[in-house]
């Protein structure tokens, strides 16, 4: 099926532009309302001044990015630059690649290893890594996180809600 769809994209604290395409609903996770210039842009690193048909501008404040627009944010951007999606399984391959390469900054930053000459040291990157392999994952299979999160974190409460204060283990 189909949809027109309006949208924004964000690169390097810029909005670049707002248009109209066609898609076909597939695998991989969907815009799922048109969105207007002016009311819903993918939040930047900055605020923001737009244009709306070159005769107004309006500030945009940075804002909190929710797990969905994360997503939208990912597909929007591979759709863009990225072509496509690459494989389920390759997806998989550099999610594993990329939690190794956090793995290795925590163990230099907060175990026994110590960092190696120009080495980086900051966590922060390898993380967003991490959470970008997985945005693509979640979009190619169909998985809303938010929702996912919310299920996953309402299982938990119920399942350990009293586990974690009854561990002699956690108590000094």
Not at 13 to 37: A, E, F, P, V
Request: proline share 3%; with cysteine; glycine share 4%.
């Amino acid at each position: 099926m189909l949809e027109s769809i309006m949208y924004c994209y964000c690169q390097e604290g810029i909005i670049s532009l707002c248009k109209l395409q066609n898609y076909s609903k597939s695998s991989r996770y969907t815009l799922s309302r048109k969105q207007n210039l002016c009311e819903s842009v993918f939040p930047c690193s900055k605020s923001l001044t737009l244009q709306k048909n070159c005769n107004s501008q309006k500030k945009m404040k940075t804002t909190a990015l929710t797990l969905q627009q994360a997503q939208e944010q990912v597909d929007e951007w591979i759709r863009t630059y990225g072509v496509r999606y690459f494989s389920e399984l390759t997806n998989m391959a550099i999610l594993t690649e990329e939690v190794g390469e956090l793995a290795r900054i925590m163990a230099r930053k907060y175990g026994e290893q110590s960092f190696k000459e120009g080495e980086p040291q900051d966590p922060s990157d390898e993380m967003a890594d991490v959470l970008w392999v997985l945005l693509c994952l979640a979009n190619q299979t169909g998985v809303d996180l938010t929702e996912a999160f919310r299920k996953n974190l309402e299982k938990k409460t119920t399942r350990d809600k009293e586990r974690h204060r009854n561990n002699p283990k956690l108590h000094p």
